[in-house]
């Protein structure tokens, strides 16, 4: 793939899975344009929607190169854009590790902590309070596990692809669901991650839009 040309980020500064690629541009200081995704501008609404099957963001713009599918987009920026092997090994075995986890903060946090959001968007009046209640049963067995994964897991300054992964999706699971203070590991790894200088520009510059959220924002990060 060519990396010459100057890059384009397609997302929303509200949206947790633009901010897992923001984190990575942020803490490597990789140039980009970004390409808000809102009724306003419906150019760059267009290219989201036909960048991949579903029509989510964010997307990066590299050239002639569109890449959907956050995990990807890492992957490729680590390679052209940042230095092979900094978000994550290049040991092939090592790099599956990273993968894991990585799908643990998407599948078993994101997008639990999603069908709780989901649901309040389809019946603010009315949510499927059941369902609710079996995503946070899901989000609490996944918290458990993260508050004994993290007894091996460092504390790191640095940016890999756990970070950007995890900053985002506990950030809102956290308003979704609190971390109870029975995990105080996974708290403290929480505070940690909202602490390092990329995390806490997307938490600053996603402030306008926390009217939004539609639980309502807790008082409070
Ligand atoms: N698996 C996708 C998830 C992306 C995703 O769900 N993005 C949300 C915004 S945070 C989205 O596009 N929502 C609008 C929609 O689903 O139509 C990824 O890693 O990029």
Known sequence: ???????????????????????????????????????????NAEVVQTAGPQGKFPVLRDGENLLFETTSILEYLDRHHI???????????AATAIRMLDRVFDNYVMNIMQIVVDEHIRAPDNPDMARCAEAR?????TYAWLEGWLRFYPQMD???????????????????HPIPESLPRLRQWRAHLLSLPPVARCVDDARPFRSYFPLGAPDRD
């Open 158 to 176: 640095h940016v890999t692809l756990i970070e950007c992964a995890a900053g985002p999706s506990l950030f809102y699971a956290d308003w979704v």
């Open 137 to 141: 049963t899901r989000l609490e067995r």
């Open 1 to 43: 793939m060519n990396s010459e040309p100057v890059l384009e980020l397609f997302g929303h500064p509200f949206s947790s899975y633009t901010w897992k690629v923001l984190i990575a541009l942020y803490a490597y200081e990789v140039p980009f344009t970004f390409k808000v995704v809102d009724p306003e501008h419906p150019d």
């Open 83 to 93: 230095a092979p092997g900094t978000l994550l090994p290049e040991d092939p075995d």
